[in-house]
């Protein structure tokens, strides 16, 4: 029901959402010049052909439509919620308030770009790597797709609690940001000591690294399952921070 009621109104402004096309374009053709950089400059990382680099960049693409689609607006909203008196108003409503304030909004229009093009790099990068096409290789591929969500919905929120406990969260919002912009490359390019906090502190790296890595044989099942219950476990702390904050929530009116 969201994404028709969005889609009705996206539809009654066809140039804002023409626009929104464009300028997600535009930012995604700036973004594709890494990949021309790495072609052309015959770029390996930890014995990854620019071929298989392809799988990352494709990956960061597509979590990064995924993002803009379903959660940005939704995160960016959850601030003047809290300070304008809107989440008064859905604690009332008959409906999980974390679900409706972080998910009622869905762009159908900037991931459309972000979902093609990486998509199609994925593609390419796959055939250009010969990995198999068998259903062990595409099962993993998905659950850690799947996994990618989670973290992306974990990580990203977490500016938007803050904004429980603090007026202004526009720092650690472009904090978040350009973390997310540094995760579109492989996590060998990283010291170790930052691929063990992106991984296990803050599990950004999960989110882009993973579903690459693991067609290209650098993982196994156990690591897919460990993923899975590590971004399950994230859900549920994020889950119960937000029930702890709406519980300590004295409406904007006080």
Same mark, same amino acid.
């Given at each position: 029901?969201?994404?028709?009621? /969005?889609?009705?109104?996206?539809?009654?402004?066809?140039?804002?959402?023409?626009?929104?096309?464009?300028?997600?374009?535009?930012?995604?053709?700036?973004?594709?010049?890494?990949?021309?950089?790495?072609?052309?400059?015959?770029? %390996?990382?930890?014995? &990854?052909?620019?071929?298989?680099?392809?799988?990352?960049?494709?990956?960061?693409?597509?979590?990064?439509?995924?993002?803009?689609?379903?959660?940005?607006?939704?995160?960016? $909203?959850?601030?003047?919620?809290? $300070?304008?008196?809107?989440?008064?108003?859905?604690?009332?409503?008959?409906? =999980?308030?974390?679900?409706?304030?972080?998910?009622?909004?869905?762009?159908?229009? #900037?991931?459309?770009?972000?979902?093609?093009?990486?998509?199609?790099?994925?593609?390419?990068? +796959?055939?250009?790597?010969?990995?198999?096409?068998?259903?062990?290789?595409?099962?993993?591929?998905?659950?850690?797709?799947?996994?990618? &969500?989670?973290?992306?919905? /974990?990580?990203?929120?977490?500016?938007?609690?803050? =904004?429980?406990?603090?007026?202004?969260?526009?720092?650690?919002?472009?904090?978040?940001?350009?973390?997310?912009?540094?995760?579109?490359?492989?996590?060998?390019?990283?010291?170790? +000591?930052?691929?063990?906090?992106?991984?296990? &502190?803050?599990?950004?790296?999960?989110?882009?690294?993973?579903?690459?890595?693991?067609?290209?044989?650098?993982?196994? +099942?156990? %690591?897919? /399952?460990?993923?899975?219950?590590?971004? #399950?476990?994230?859900?549920?702390?994020?889950?119960?921070? +937000?029930? %702890?904050?709406?519980?300590?929530?004295?409406?904007?009116?006080?």
């Amino acid at each position: 029901m969201f994404i028709k009621n /969005c889609l009705i109104a996206q539809m009654e402004f066809r140039g804002n959402f023409l626009m929104s096309l464009l300028v997600e374009s535009v930012y995604l053709l700036a973004k594709l010049l890494y990949v021309l950089v790495v072609f052309r400059t015959d770029l %390996h990382v930890d014995g &990854v052909p620019p071929e298989g680099l392809l799988l990352f960049i494709g990956m960061h693409t597509v979590a990064t439509g995924i993002y803009v689609g379903l959660f940005f607006t939704n995160f960016t $909203k959850i601030p003047d919620y809290i $300070k304008d008196g809107t989440l008064d108003l859905m604690i009332t409503k008959p409906v =999980s308030l974390q679900f409706i304030a972080s998910l009622r909004y869905v762009d159908l229009a #900037l991931p459309i770009p972000d979902i093609l093009v990486g998509a199609a790099m994925i593609i390419i990068g +796959w055939n250009a790597m010969d990995i198999p096409l068998s259903l062990s290789t595409i099962s993993g591929f998905s659950v850690l797709l799947l996994v990618s &969500v989670i973290v992306t919905y /974990c990580l990203m929120i977490i500016p938007a609690l803050l =904004s429980f406990r603090f007026v202004q969260t526009g720092s650690a919002s472009e904090i978040a940001n350009s973390l997310w912009d540094a995760n579109n490359f492989p996590m060998a390019i990283y010291p170790a +000591w930052v691929r063990r906090i992106g991984t296990f &502190v803050v599990p950004l790296f999960l989110v882009t690294n993973f579903g690459p890595m693991f067609v290209l044989g650098q993982l196994t +099942w156990v %690591h897919i /399952c460990l993923a899975l219950a590590g971004s #399950l476990l994230l859900f549920a702390a994020v889950r119960a921070i +937000w029930q %702890h904050e709406v519980r300590n929530y004295s409406s904007a009116s006080s």
